[in-house]
Each structure stands twice: as structure tokens, then as C-alpha cells.
């Protein structure tokens, strides 16, 4: 059961792909999925993060402070900038600028721990880092989105500040504290939670497409190739800085991996919450699940094989 459960979720990328594409033209399929029933699919997904954590984890922070530093600076300085030269480069429609800046200010998602784990990265590190930029986010992306997306339209920096507040901290330190002192129910519950947060993700996803098919197929080539770009560069700056700073190639690959995945549910939340009037801000962060899921397993799949390879090369010599 356990291998079956494990098998879905590392599906993650079918998954988001298949309802997205379905939400294009079947809309209502997902479309109830939406409002209140988004915002708490999120607080699922960060319990979720919560209860793989422990306050014995902030203590390891600090015995691998290089990599896991190099890595949440890459996430909050190349994702950002990135996201912003797309933004102007494509001259996107201001609401969608705003949402793929949005999504490029947001910390590390979880999916990256999956990835990681399937590329055959250093997992550890990866779920360190998304903890710390998890954490970090409450702080850079309001700030980060405020400096960025103000060209655009006025930014609330402290409404934005708050709803990251209710969004991220307050879910996972629950989560965190439901490990502390319930441990027999997260060890029933642990083996679940990765594929409910697939679930909750690809409904997220797929009712913000849903909710806006017509527009997402009028400005299809701009906005794909915006996302699909952000990405990409995240993933080959994030490597490329991790070498430069010396890092070993499983590190390196690892925060490849962090700086490239965001954490696009909590994108399209506060897109909604923040930028209420703004009905297309949302949509990048929706788009943006698919693609850096795509472009994460490929990448996994490829380090996967190549290091299978070396791993055979060794034992034949």
C-alpha cells in the first residue's frame, strides 16, 4: 500500500498536467474547487510540510549553513529579478506581470522534495532549504513583490505580509507542533500527506485555469513562454551559482532543484487575496505548477539515469 501511495504521488507531474489540460475545456470539472475551499487545500498542503519537520531541524540549519544559505539567496535574488525581466521582456498584460512576479517571489515548494528525492539529490538539504525560505517568504515576498510589481500596480506590502503570515507560519508551525506531541497520528497520517498535497495542488491549479480557459488560450504563447523561461532560468542559475560557490554536484543539483520549483499554491492564494481586483494574477502561479513539475522530472529523471550509469561504469571497472 505503502509503494502504491508513494507511486501516485511521484506522479505529481501527470497529475497537474492532466487536470490543467482538462480545466481548459471542461471547466466546471474543477472550476467548484475555488474561493475558501483553495485557501484551506493550502493550510492541508503546509500541515502537510509541518509534520515532516521538527524543531531538531532548526538546530541542523545551523551545522549546514553554506549550502542551505547559497541556495534560499538564489531563491529570493534569482527568481525575482528573473521574473521581472520576463515580465518586462514579454510586456505581459499588467495583471498577468504581476502574478508570474508574484510566483517568482514565493519560497521553494514541496514538490522539490519529491524531485530531489527522484533525481537522487541530497533530500536532507533539499527539505532544509525549503523550510528555511518557507520561513524566509513571510518577510521577502511581500517586500520582494512591493520593489518588483509596483511598476505595475500599488502593492499592500502589509496586507501581503499578513496573508503570507496566515498562510505559511501559522499551518506549519502547526504541523511542526502535531509532530511534537501527537506523534502516533502523524506516523498514520505521514504516509498519505504527499499524495493529498498532489491532489490539493492539482485542484488549486486547475480551477484557477478553469475559472480563467478563455484568457489563458487568447494570450497562450506570451504567457507559456514567460513561465516556461522563469523556470528554466531557475534551474540553470540556481545549478551554475551552487558550482561557482564550489559546491558538490549533489548539492549543486539540489539547489538547482529549489531555486526552480516554487511554491506556485501559495502564488495563487495570495494572487487571490491580495490582488482581489486583479482576476488574472493568479493564472501564472497556476501555470507555473505544470511547467517547473515537467522540467523537474525530466531533470530528475535525466541525473537519475546518469547517475545509475556512473554507478554501473564503477562496478564493471
Known sequence: MLRLLNLLANLFPFWVITCSGLALFFPAWFTWFSGPMIVWGLAIIMIGMGITLSFEDFRRVTRTTRPVLIGVVAQFLVMPLLGCAIAYGFSLDPQLAVGLILVACCPGGTASNVVSYIAHADVALSVLMTMCSTFAAVVMTPLLTHWL??????????????????????????????????????????PVAPL?????????????????????????????????????GGFTIGYAMARLMRL??????????????????????????????????????????????????????????????????????
Open 196 to 232: 493529498v498535497s498532489v491532489i490539493v495542488i492539482a485542484l488549486i491549479c486547475a480551477s484557477i485555469i478553469g475559472a480563467n480557459a478563455g484568457t489563458i488560450k487568447d494570450s497562450a504563447l506570451p504567457l507559456l513562454s514567460s513561465v516556461a523561461l522563469l523556470h528554466l
Open 149 to 190: 510589481a509596483g511598476a505595475y500596480v500599488p502593492v499592500d506590502a502589509w496586507s501581503l505580509f499578513f496573508n503570507t503570515l496566515q498562510v505559511v507560519i501559522l499551518p506549519v508551525l502547526s504541523g511542526m507542533l502535531l509532530n511534537r506531541y501527537t506523534p502516533r497520528l502523524v506516523q498514520a497520517v505521514t
Open 248 to 317: 558538490e554536484e549533489n548539492a549543486a543539483r539540489t539547489i538547482s532543484i529549489e531555486v526552480g520549483m516554487q511554491n506556485s499554491g501559495l502564488g495563487a492564494v495570495l494572487a487571490q487575496s491580495s490582488f482581489a481586483q486583479m482576476a488574472l494574477a493568479p493564472i501564472p502561479s497556476a501555470i507555473s505548477a505544470s511547467f517547473h513539475s515537467i522540467i523537474g522530472s525530466v531533470l530528475a529523471a535525466w541525473w537519475r539515469i546518469r547517475r545509475i550509469k556512473k554507478i554501473d561504469e564503477n562496478n564493471a571497472e
